[in-house]
């Protein structure tokens, strides 16, 4: 039964914290404190599903449930914000040009906008339980719009990463997690869906781990 999952997932996002709340202290790059955020933002969700069946179907459950879907929609889209920072830390000069960065911004939020819209404001709650999980789902469509175009960057950004600083583990994770993606959906498995989630951010964990490193190795040369 799923129950038995969500408490693992619940401490694998505890662990992913204390090791980015680390680098969100020591690191001076935007793009560190969104995957920070992001992260809180998966543990709050997993905590939602795991005591959802405690809770019971009722108004507290739904809210909970509308704040979930409320962060995906306004955090899922600094994704694109993660992908520009690994950009900059690879040391690409044409990223540093302000056509990119305008580029990056109004990409940012018109992929909100629509997310606000299409994954928050015009749904219907709808409760159902499955596999020992009580649950409100968006009935209208499950499928979260914030997700796709928020993932694009990233995917462009995993191949860039690859070829300057041959770190392949941010491309192949992108594709892992697009796979188990598509089959948690088209299986409507829920809880690969929230498995699949935690991968990605510790695949992002580890690449942010990499540029920790490689920036430790540049201060020292400079210094």
């Not at 599903?49 to 929609?73: A, K, N, P």
């Not at 594709?175 to 993606?181: D, W």
Request: proline share 2%; aromatic share 20%; charged share 15%.
């Amino acid at each position: 039964m799923d129950i038995l999952l969500y408490p693992l997932f619940v401490l694998g996002c505890m662990v992913l914290f204390f090791c980015c709340f680390r680098f969100f202290q020591e690191s001076p790059f935007w793009g560190t404190a969104w995957v920070f955020f992001l992260i809180i933002a998966l543990a709050y969700d997993n905590l939602v599903l795991l005591c959802g069946r405690w809770i019971g179907f009722g108004e507290t459950l739904e809210m909970l449930s509308m704040i979930r879907y409320l962060l995906h929609v306004l955090l899922i889209p600094t994704l694109t914000f993660v992908s520009l920072d690994f950009l900059r830390r690879t040391g690409a000069r044409w990223v540093e040009s302000v056509a990119i960065k305008i580029l990056f911004n109004l990409y940012t939020f018109i992929v909100t906008i629509i997310g606000v819209f299409h994954d928050f404001l015009w749904v219907h709650m709808e409760a159902i339980s499955i596999n020992g999980i009580d649950r409100y789902i968006i009935s209208e469509s499950p499928f979260s719009i914030s997700m796709l175009f928020a993932f694009v960057p990233m995917i462009f950004t995993s191949v860039v990463v690859w070829k300057r600083m041959q770190w392949s583990i941010l491309f192949f994770g992108c594709l892992f997690v697009s796979l188990l993606g598509a089959i948690a959906f088209f299986a409507e498995y829920y809880a690969l869906g929230s498995f699949t989630e935690l991968i990605f951010m510790s695949v992002l964990v580890l690449t942010e781990y990499r540029f920790k490193q490689e920036d430790f190795t540049s201060n020292l040369f400079e210094a």
